[in-house]
């Protein structure tokens, strides 16, 4: 089991919510490392389409993102957002 099988939300690893978030917006790469997958640089969500995605986030999690995650390296990954959204959400693994 790795770290990201372990932070769930409703028995559903965060990771693969955030994955299913992401393929209804177009497919995500085949790789077995969607972990460093950057979906903003791949064109799943852009400019436009990033506030509707966020906000589906947050309602789904029920968190809110703050300006500085907006800037963060770690948001713009599959694998950091759903480590951002673990803590937000204080299920990080101690």
Known sequence: MN?????TYSGEPILRVVCKALESRGPLPSDNDIT??????????????????????EETF???FSDSD?????F??????????AR?????PE
């Open 62 to 64: 029920n968190i809110a």
């Open 70 to 74: 907006f800037d963060s390296a770690e």
């Open 88 to 92: 937000k959400r204080s299920l990080e």
């Open 3 to 7: 770290e990201f099988e372990l932070k």
């Open 76 to 85: 713009r990954t599959v694998g950091g957002l759903a480590n951002l959204i």
């Open 36 to 57: 460093n997958y950057d979906y903003i640089a791949g064109g799943l969500v852009d400019s436009l389409s990033l506030l509707g995605f966020i906000v589906g986030l």
